[in-house]
């Protein structure tokens, strides 16, 4: 459960910084073209006048300030504007300086001289919003820097607000989380217990099962029946025996009792014990197993691990085929692979693997034997030593990658 309430905290976490980061992003955008519509007004004003704003006293004055947009211009912001027109008459530039003192003349002619090379009519350079006339040879030059300025304040105390109000809704959801996840956690442990009472509870009657089977068949001699009660009840037992292993797996946090195990030998002792299998099968078994292999890990669970997939590749093997197990380590994994040789299932879903019961020939007789158990036994294994593992389907058989961390320490 701790990994599920750090998966809660995290999408939460996610979801409130993309959240704050597409609003800042809008907000942005709103300011910009808000701004950017604005600046325009006043530089067509500015164009309309033949790049000088009337005075009080001229005679257009009235009509100027009549037919001004108040959505942008107020009663005083056409005496605050700071700005300079540069004027081509027969290739000469001349420039209005007089409503700005932070820009001289060269200045001047070479921003007009940049800009009039580009193709936009409107835009900003440095800080500045122009403007050009429709016949090219006028062009205003808008000082834009404190608002822009004032909106780059804007968007970083935005920011910094947005940050905060993560950093405060991810610490209350890391504090709600415990409630939330709580009945996910009782439900889990209910689950958990009931698989391991049903499975005690199952053990007493099928050792009496198979006690009997084995009296009728010690009086009265083996025969069919007698041997399909043995079978399914060594098959129920094992089924129990996995559930009650795998139970036991998903209880425990971290592993214990970590030591130096030597993969290179248990791989191949392992691998020993399935040869009379695969030989029944006519399969050959190739080894490529890189020797002292060590790694850190439960001996007991390493052990169980390479029995599972080794187990699972004598089963599905087809005949005269190939069970192939490579055993590599590198810089930051161990790398362990078995193969085998198989006809393939184009319908199955592999990535449900290593759930629980889910077979991938969608049966339940003992064709092929498995409870689809013993995957989901490996999964949780290779996740306690913090690996990963995933099953590839190829065209002549399937194969099973295993990588496990070199990095586990001793606790």
Known sequence: ???????????????????????ILFVGLILNLSEAQEADAMTEEIVKYGGEIPKITDPDFEEYNRTLDKKYFGDETV??????????????????????????EEEAVSMADIVKLGQDETGYYHGYRYRISNNGNLIVFL???????????VMILLFFISI????????????????IVKPFEENAKMQKQFVTDASHELKTPLAIISANAEV????????????????????????????LILNRLEEVEEITDIEPVNL?????????????????????????????????????????LLSVLIENASKYVSGNGEVKI??????????????????????????????????????????TGGHGVGLSIAKRIVT????????????NGFCINVNLSNKLRNR
């Open 79 to 104: 005496f605050r504007l700071r700005y300079f027109t540069v004027v081509y008459e027969n290739g000469i530039a001349q420039t209005n300086l007089t409503h700005i003192a932070s820009v001289n």
């Open 143 to 153: 000082d834009d820097y404190d608002n822009i300025e004032g909106q780059r304040q």
């Open 384 to 395: 306690l030593h913090n690996g990963s593992i995933e099953a590839v389907p190829f065209e």
């Open 264 to 304: 290179s030998e248990k791989t191949n002792a392992v691998a020993d014990s399935f040869v009379e299998i695969f030989n029944s099968k006519n399969a050959s078994l190739v080894r490529e197993i890189q020797p002292g292999v060590v790694l850190n890990g439960n001996p007991g669970q390493l052990e169980r």
């Open 164 to 179: 905060f109000f993560i950093v405060m809704i991810t610490l209350v959801f890391r504090f709600l989380s415990k409630r």
């Open 1 to 23: 459960m701790k990994k599920l309430r750090k998966k809660i905290i995290f999408g939460v976490f996610l979801s409130a910084t993309v959240v704050f980061m597409l609003t």
């Open 216 to 243: 009728l068949a010690y009086k009265d001699g083996e025969n069919e029946w007698i041997n399909n009660i043995t079978s399914q009840v060594t098959r129920v037992s094992e089924l129990v025996n996995e559930l």
């Open 326 to 367: 490579s055993l590599k380590k590198e810089i930051r994994f161990t790398r362990l692979t078995v193969f085998n040789t198989c006809e393939i299932d184009k319908d199955a879903d592999y990535t449900q693997l290593f759930d629980r019961f889910y077979r991938p020939d969608g049966s339940r007789n003992s064709k």
